[in-house]
């Protein structure tokens, strides 16, 4: 999972950044409105966390224009204390969620999980395929009710799966969705880290399509 951090501060945005990682998000971090449009134009995030008050291009106005070009990304925007008007242009704007500054990290990891479960069409907190059940909150997965260890891309590339079940990624696409800008991305690391989840699952969890990407088959009768 990707997310966009947009924030002008930078002890703040630091923190949120640092934050984010630590859940096991790949992030990006802009630090005025006109990078953030750039950036939310051509990346896949999955989730956006959206100061309001920002240099070049105001939150508000970077919000109206990715819903004007109706983009269905969660996004939730992060206000100041005294502004009940700001929160409420947002929300009308089509923010999803608002945090007031200041906020609690674990609380911002909690609202973006809730976020990007109901962008997914998924209401349940945790997902469930052919017995590999995963828990974004707890960063857990279980197969056939035993705890399975699994490092932070691996867990961040079998949670991209499980939300696309039935649809075929490329590894470009999945590369996309674990890496931030700047991280260094080995040339096979996509390939390395299917390999491990099916040694660490099973090998038919994940099936290859030639020259496509990958696919995790739908439980049957979902
Ligand atoms: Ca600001």
Do not use: C
């Not at 934050?19 to 995030?45: C, F, H, I, N, R």
């Not at 469930?128 to 828990?135: F, P, Y």
């Not at 390939?191 to 739908?218: A, D, N, Q, S």
């Amino acid at each position: 999972m990707r997310i966009l951090v947009i924030e002008d501060d930078t002890l703040l945005g630091d923190a949120i950044q640092a934050g984010l990682k630590q859940s096991g998000y790949a992030v990006d971090w802009m630090k005025d409105g006109v990078s953030a449009e750039q950036a939310l134009a051509t990346e896949p995030y999955a989730a956006v966390v959206l100061d309001l008050g920002l240099p070049r291009l105001s939150g508000l106005e970077v919000l109206r224009r990715l819903r004007r070009r109706n983009a269905p990304l969660p996004v939730l925007i992060l206000t100041a204390m005294d502004t009940v008007d700001d929160r409420i242009k947002g929300l009308d704007a089509g923010a999803d969620d608002y945090l007031i500054k200041p906020f609690d990290m674990g609380e911002l990891a909690a609202r973006l999980r809730a976020l990007i479960r109901r962008a997914s069409g998924k209401s349940e907190p945790f997902l469930e395929i052919a017995g590999v059940r995963l828990d974004p909150a707890a960063h857990r997965v279980l197969y056939r009710d035993r705890p399975v260890e699994l490092s932070a891309k691996e867990f961040a590339l079998l949670h991209a799966l499980m939300l696309n079940a039935g649809k075929v990624l490329s590894r470009a696409q999945l590369e996309e969705q674990l890496y931030a800008w700047g991280d260094e991305i080995e040339s096979n690391a996509v390939e390395v880290h299917i390999h491990h989840l099916r040694r660490k699952l099973f090998p038919e969890l994940i099936e290859t399509i030639r020259g496509v990407g990958y696919l995790m088959p739908r439980d049957k009768g979902n």
